[in-house]
């Protein structure tokens, strides 16, 4: 039988802004309400970040984080996994402040550096609720999301070693498998590896299903059966990529970080919308949705009582 699927919901990231969405959880409570509506739809796993509750932007404070992992995990059994990305421009430090703060099961951990572009986002509106929301969107053009190997050393050593916390390790291209590759030859990771392939970024892979094939070809001749494997699509991809990769025998994540809509033209009104709807497709091709106690055991999480809150 093929293994449940696990779904993760990343509920509100640190890439869109206020204007593109009224349903874009900002405030801790709305990041707290969103995490648990899509954690009772069926997300295992949920995918944090911070914002300022009075701007919107990626804010890297600890103390923002606590004010909705507290809840999340007082109303949920649901795995939490807070980013080290951090929002684009963030220090290495700034990044880490919140996982090294609150030790949590899981991290992500991006496997390289990378160009990101969100600039074209910003022709597309003209009514900006705040000013950070351009300037931050402009400046992509000329910028670089910085994931070296020293970073890369410091994070796995520091998160990984120091605090038992497993990695959801993004990798938006090729040369990213072979980056984990030499991480784990170093003897700094121990299996499982949770894989987060990730396409339709621009400077990433494209959202092309040979590229996904591709790289899952890859991982598999890399890490045999020692990884599990999920991916995420931005935009117009996010469904049509998770369902996919359900058929392949993966995982997949989705939510507002990664897609501000439902459908063709449809705002979602909330994460869990997107969760019941790929549940729904996943369970219609007669697979199940992983529990979050299903996903600790084969991620080999340390478990949610280790975790600061």
């Not at 949920?46 to 701007?55: D, G, K, W």
Request: with cysteine.
């Amino acid at each position: 039988m093929p293994k449940p699927v696990i779904i993760t919901c990343a509920p509100t990231g640190g890439v869109h802004t206020p204007t593109m969405s009224p349903h874009l959880p900002i405030t801790p409570a709305e990041i707290a309400d969103a995490s648990l509506g899509a954690a009772e739809a069926g997300a295992a796993i949920i995918h944090l970040h911070a914002r300022n509750p009075e701007t919107g932007r990626p804010d890297p404070r600890p103390e923002l984080f606590a004010e909705f992992m507290k809840p999340i995990a007082d109303g949920s059994d649901a795995v939490m996994n807070v980013s080290t990305g951090g929002g684009l421009g963030m220090t290495r430090e700034e990044r880490l402040r919140a996982a090294v703060a609150t030790s949590p099961e899981m991290a992500s951990l991006n496997v390289g550096s990378l160009n990101f572009g969100l600039f074209p986002m910003a022709a597309k509106y003209d009514d900006w609720q705040h000013d950070w929301e351009p300037e931050f969107l402009e400046m992509t053009r000329d910028f670089i999301f910085k994931n070296t190997f020293a970073d890369l050393e410091y994070i796995v050593k520091e998160l990984g070693q120091g605090h038992g916390t497993r990695f959801e390790f993004e990798c938006y291209d090729l040369g990213h498998l072979y980056n984990l590759a030499w991480l784990i030859d170093q003897g700094w990771l121990e299996p499982p590896y949770f894989v987060q392939m990730v396409f339709g970024i621009l400077g990433g892979v494209g959202a092309d299903l040979d590229n996904l094939v591709h790289l899952h070809t890859i991982a598999d001749r890399l890490f045999g059966d020692s990884y599990e494997w999920s991916v995420l699509a931005a935009g117009k991809h996010q469904m049509s990529f998770a369902t996919q990769a359900a058929m392949l025998g993966g995982n997949l994540r989705v939510g507002m970080e990664d897609s501000l809509y439902l459908g063709p033209g449809q705002l979602t009104p909330s994460n869990a919308a997107q969760v019941t709807k790929i549940r729904g497709i996943v369970e219609s091709l007669g697979l199940q949705v992983a529990t979050p106690a299903e996903a600790r055991e084969r991620l080999g999480l340390k478990g949610a009582d280790r975790v600061t809150v």
